[in-house]
């Protein structure tokens, strides 16, 4: 766990795997 990054840092990391998450749900939710 990395929480030592800077605060724009750690809020692009979570914000780019909010955005993975919503693309897996996406293109793979119904083959699921």
Known sequence: ???YQK???V???IFA???S???IKID???QL
Request: no cysteine.
């Open 11 to 13: 809020v692009l990391t």
């Open 21 to 23: 998450s919503e693309y």
């Open 1 to 3: 766990h990395e929480y």
């Open 28 to 30: 793979f939710g119904e």
């Open 17 to 19: 795997k909010g955005i």
């Open 7 to 9: 605060p724009d840092q």
